[in-house]
């Protein structure tokens, strides 16, 4: 026999008693089997067999509870990736089952998480099905959409992020997800064209790779929804009274699923974004005004003395950054603002206050004593122990006490050891001084490169 005819034969009877390894079996193989092969977990363990479907593809709706095994874990380029059985099946023309295996992005506090091959995951929740190339997506967390019609019956409009106007109200959006600082909403805002301007593209079509091309058609795809971004300084005068707002997060005063009206701040083409208030008087003057008031106190916010600098019981003079219904917000010259409860004021004012924008203005100055700090530095609790006189303001702006305290001509000075060394620190500081120029404070700090937005607004 001709020694080419041996090597053909050998090659063949290798091919056959190692198939299932071959090339030729793993190009056969739909992407969901393939996907063990793929894997460092390949040289160690056996590749599972799917365990007997319980629920068919076609079946499933968003945010159904599953729990499945790990079969797989994909370092991506851009996030880790989770591969779960969780006894899904679709079934082919023939009437032939094949198992769907789930795919979860490790994102947020999961992108570090350790998983094992065969590890059981209890809860997981369908967040997208695509039964015509048979994926499944899935998510670690409960997951949240818009409704697409209201309680009539009527659906509920979509808009394309392209029409977005800064003022334009948006309702019925619902919480999707959210963060300290952030409320990521369902608002009805896609990207990319409707089935009608797709349709007009390929009537108008071309030469090939021309506008309204099958070839241009495809870097067009069918409308994606874009979550918004609202802001948490812009949910504490709604939703945060006396209580709750001197812990106020997002997750303290909002939960997924709730629904709330919110209207357009700003539209970020170049990014895909964009983000979200619930001031309905909201325009572009007022939003570029608050956003160069932002970029100040973000660059002021630079320069200032970590919270750590502070004393108990230490004196302090400070401007009110803002005023809310159970108290204001003052900046001490730390990188975070303070909080003087309504109470306090009205002690240092020498008489009960029910509207405090009576009394006081934003940018008017507080003698104040750090009263507390929080273990994590995120809050601190002030107390007031006198009103200057308010720049700006014809109220009658110092109480009982303030005017006993200027008629024998003196400064009330705080009491106790405490205060006396926090006043001489403040004394001895060199960037914060006692004279009568306009110290800059800023506002809170914030965490704004979470979930990968940037620091425009």
């Not at 048979?134 to 029409?163: C, I, M, N, W």
């Not at 006396?420 to 001895?428: F, N």
Request: hydrophobic share 35%; net charge positive; aromatic share 8%.
């Amino acid at each position: 026999m001709h020694p080419r005819m041996i090597r053909i034969a050998m090659f063949l009877a290798a091919a056959t008693l190692n198939y299932g390894d071959s090339f030729v079996y793993q190009s056969t193989r739909t992407l969901s089997m393939r996907i063990p092969y793929e894997t460092p977990w390949r040289r160690h363990t056996k590749v599972p067999v799917a365990r007997p479907g319980v629920h068919a593809l076609s079946s499933l709706r968003v945010n159904q509870h599953l729990s499945g095994t790990v079969i797989s874990l994909y370092e991506g380029t851009g996030h880790r990736k989770l591969f779960v059985d969780v006894g899904v099946t679709r079934t082919d023309v023939r009437g032939r089952h094949f198992p769907v295996f789930g795919m979860v992005r490790l994102q947020g506090p999961y992108q570090n998480k350790t998983y094992t091959y065969g590890q059981q995951v209890q809860d997981l929740y369908v967040r997208a099905v695509f039964p015509e190339p048979a994926r499944l997506f899935l998510s670690l967390t409960p997951v949240y959409k818009r409704p697409v019609s209201d309680g009539t019956g009527e659906p509920l409009p979509v808009h394309r992020l392209q029409d977005l106007k800064v003022g334009m109200p948006l309702l019925n959006a619902t919480v999707v997800s959210l963060t300290d600082n952030y409320c990521f909403l369902d608002a009805g805002v896609v990207r990319g064209q409707t089935e009608a301007e797709q349709a007009k593209m390929m009537h108008d079509g071309g030469k090939g790779g021309e506008k309204g091309t099958p070839r241009r058609r495809l870097r067009h795809p069918k409308p994606r929804p874009l979550m918004g971004r609202l802001y948490r300084g812009d949910l504490l005068e709604q939703y945060a009274l006396t209580d709750k707002f001197r812990t106020a997060t997002t997750k303290a005063v909002l939960t997924p699923g709730m629904s709330l009206p919110v209207y357009v701040k700003g539209v970020h083409l170049d990014s895909w974004q964009y983000s979200l208030t619930v001031d309905p008087e909201m325009t572009e003057e007022k939003a570029a005004a608050l956003k160069e008031e932002r970029k100040a106190q973000l660059k002021a916010q630079a320069s200032k003395q970590p919270v750590d600098a502070l004393l108990i019981g230490e004196s302090r003079k400070g401007v009110i950054t803002k005023i809310l219904p159970g108290g204001v917000k003052v900046g001490i010259g730390v990188k975070i603002t303070g909080f003087v409860p309504l109470d306090s004021v009205s002690e240092a004012y020498g008489e009960e206050i029910k509207d405090l924008s009576r009394v006081l203005v934003v940018g008017g100055r507080l003698q104040v004593e750090v009263d507390e700090v929080s273990d994590d530095g995120k809050r601190i609790d002030l107390r007031c122990l006198e009103i200057f006189p308010q720049v700006g303001s014809t109220k009658k702006t110092v109480g009982k006490a303030g005017k006993a305290d200027q008629a024998s001509g003196r400064r009330k000075e705080s009491v106790g050891e405490g205060a006396k060394k926090g006043e001489q620190k403040r004394m001895s500081n060199p960037s914060y001084d006692d004279d009568d120029d306009d110290d800059d404070y800023g506002g809170d700090e914030d965490d704004y490169d979470r979930l990968g937005y940037d620091d425009e607004w």
